[in-house]
Antibody, heavy 121, light 106 residues
């Protein structure tokens, strides 16, 4: 059974940093691209960042570029999101999601339960 | 960036009623994908590659469309279908989601 379990969230002051982790199990982690997708309270879904299976390709949303860093450790089956210079608008539930690529399109076939990040003084 | 516009934003349907949700893209995309999110839970892949049902999705659901116009249809509304549905395109970066349609039971 595929499982994605996020951790590392919490309450943080504006301008500070936080690092999220996502532990994967039930599949060969090193074969799949992974993503962070967030959902602000009461709002819709926003893709944040993606990383290919071997970390060769990394992409960010413009809203986090230069502040967030996605990485992975295939030996530990773990995905990370280092968040710096946090802003109130980064307050959201952050999901780890596996992506599947087919014929020029990507979609997200498995999602974690999410981890809450609250940026407030 | 491709903007996805879903309509309606909110709707209510009675058990047994046919329901159609639409998603319009600002530019042509090759496929559309749909997710179901029940209250307090993570999104689940529901329909992928425009018309394929994810594992466990009842066959009263269907998806169709092409280019800039896509839809998700429920042949006969059931209680468990009350949820928010999001469309998503992955044809060009950044991947984007629609704003969602909240489907309620009447």
């Amino acid at each position: 059974e595929v499982q994605l379990v996020e951790s590392g969230g919490g309450l943080v002051q504006p301008g500070r940093s936080l690092k999220l982790s996502c532990l994967a199990s039930g599949f060969t982690f090193s074969n799949y691209g992974m993503n962070w997708i967030r959902q602000a309270p009461g709002k819709g879904l926003e893709w944040v960042a993606s990383i290919s299976s071997s970390s060769s390709y990394i992409y960010y949303a413009d809203t986090v570029k230069g502040r967030f860093t996605i990485s992975r450790d295939n030996a530990k089956n773990t995905l990370y999101l280092q968040m710096t210079s946090l802003r109130s608008e980064d307050t959201a539930l952050y999901y780890c999601a596996r992506h599947y690529y087919y014929d020029g399109t990507y979609y997200y076939d498995y999602w974690g339960q999410g981890v809450m990040v609250t940026v407030s003084s | 960036e491709i903007v996805l516009t879903q309509s309606p934003t909110t709707m209510a349907a009675s058990p047994g009623e046919k329901v159609t949700l639409t998603c319009r893209a600002s530019s042509s995309v090759s496929y559309m994908h749909w997710y179901q999110q029940r209250s307090g839970t993570s999104p689940k892949l529901w329909i992928y590659e425009t018309s394929k049902l994810a594992s466990g999705v009842p066959n009263r659901f269907s998806g169709s469309g092409s280019g800039t116009s896509y839809s998700l249809t429920i042949n006969s509304m059931e209680t468990e279908d009350a949820a928010t549905y999001y469309c998503q395109q992955g044809s060009s970066y950044p991947p984007t989601f629609g704003g969602g349609t909240k489907l309620e039971l009447k």
